[in-house]
């Protein structure tokens, strides 16, 4: 049982470039999100979703995308990375709502030059 | 919006000393739970309170939750070096989860 999968576990990019960060888990859970983690600020929501074909936005969306055509994958998109998008950035899943303790992913430690 | 304030943001003890981190939030919470994160890892939920005025141990860690379900604390009796690394709050509302900044434990040997 692998939990939550996060690929790649580090990335460097340049001003401009997209990418996409993968998440994925096999725990059968329905919500699913991603948060940014930036020293001295905590975790901070970027988005979620509660289910296939539903997601919404976090406390800090701007500059991402995501899509959740699966249970199980929720990839997160950069469209045009920039300097400020420099971060760990985790995934992270759960059998409830929201509110409910969360599995967490590795992470995936970006840099974008 | 709900916030969830974390203190302190850095504790040093001596191995052996206790540590406390204190967690409030600034509107009343459907629950609360505390997370640890290792150095170069990821968060790991440790635990969930529900019911106001909750106590629960740990061995060596003890969770309380405020009688207004808007405050929360984490102790930990005689540290120990494996227990180094940041502890979170999360403080979770109807639909959501505000985590705290959390508050990141050196325990020297």
């Known amino acids: 049982n692998a939990g939550v999968t996060q690929t790649p576990k580090f990335q460097v990019l340049k001003t401009g470039q997209s990418m996409t960060l993968q998440c994925a888990q096999d725990?059968?859970?329905?919500?699913m999100s991603w948060y940014r983690q930036d020293p001295g600020m905590g975790l901070r929501l970027i988005h979620y979703?509660?289910?296939?074909?539903?997601?919404d936005q976090g406390e800090v969306p701007n500059g991402y995308n995501v899509s959740r055509s699966t249970t199980e994958d929720f990839p997160l998109r950069l469209l045009s990375a920039a300097p400020s998008q420099t971060s760990v950035y985790f995934c992270?899943?759960?059998?409830?709502?929201?509110?409910?303790?969360?599995?967490f992913g590795d992470g995936t430690r970006l840099s974008i030059l | 919006g709900q916030q969830v304030m974390q203190i302190p943001q850095y504790q040093h003890v001596q191995e052996g000393e206790d540590f406390t981190t204190y967690c409030n939030s600034s509107t009343t919470l459907s629950n609360i739970q505390w997370y640890k994160q290792r150095p170069g890892g990821h968060p790991v939920f440790l635990i969930q309170?529900?019911?106001?005025?909750e106590v629960k141990k740990q061995k060596r860690l003890t969770f309380q939750f405020g009688e207004a379900k808007k405050n929360s604390s984490l102790h930990i009796t005689a540290t120990q070096t494996t227990d180094v690394g940041t502890y979170f709050c999360a403080g979770a509302g109807a639909n959501n989860l505000f985590f705290g900044t959390g508050t990141r434990l050196t325990v020297i040997p």
């Open positions: 979703s509660v289910g296939a074909g539903i997601t």
């Open positions: 725990m059968n859970h329905e919500y």
């Open positions: 992270a899943s759960s059998s409830g709502y929201s509110n409910q303790p969360q599995h």
């Open positions: 309170l529900v019911k106001s005025g």
